[in-house]
Nanobody, 120 residues
Framework: QVQLVESGGGLVQPGGSLRLSCAASGSIRSINTMAWYRQGPGKQRELVASITSTGNADIRDPVKGRFTISRDNAKNTAYLQMNSLKPEDTAVYYC??????????????WGQGTLVTVSS
């Protein structure tokens, strides 16, 4: 079994910054892509950013230039640095990881989500 635990969400004023973390643990052989998704009020879940095991990152247009994604492979952890936050960034942020387990099964796993609220 594999668990993803997000942390770092909270309330921040417009223009502020937050750093989210996603730590994977359990029966992990390797982690391919790690990604952050978000779901705002009344909206569908959308991809925010992703990063491969070799560090190739993809940042989606709504947050390009403001958010960065990184990972520490030794810690099985991904990060999302969010700067210049806007009210429209308010959402539950979910971590996703494509994991190959020690039993050689490759599956997508999700964290429980962390709420980010951008408001004055």
């Amino acid at each position: 079994q594999v668990q993803l635990v997000e942390s770092g969400g909270g309330l921040v004023q417009p223009g502020g910054s937050l750093r989210l973390s996603c730590a994977a643990s359990g029966s992990i052989r390797s982690i391919n892509t790690m990604a952050w998704y978000r779901q705002g009020p009344g909206k569908q879940r959308e991809l925010v950013a992703s990063i491969t095991s070799t560090g190739n990152a993809d940042i989606r247009d709504p947050v390009k230039g403001r958010f960065t994604i990184s990972r520490d492979n030794a810690k099985n952890t991904a990060y999302l640095q969010m700067n210049s936050l806007k009210p429209e960034d308010t959402a539950v942020y979910y971590c996703n990881a494509r994991v190959t387990t020690r039993d050689s099964y490759t599956m997508d796993y999700w964290g429980q989500g962390t709420l980010v609220t951008v408001s004055s």
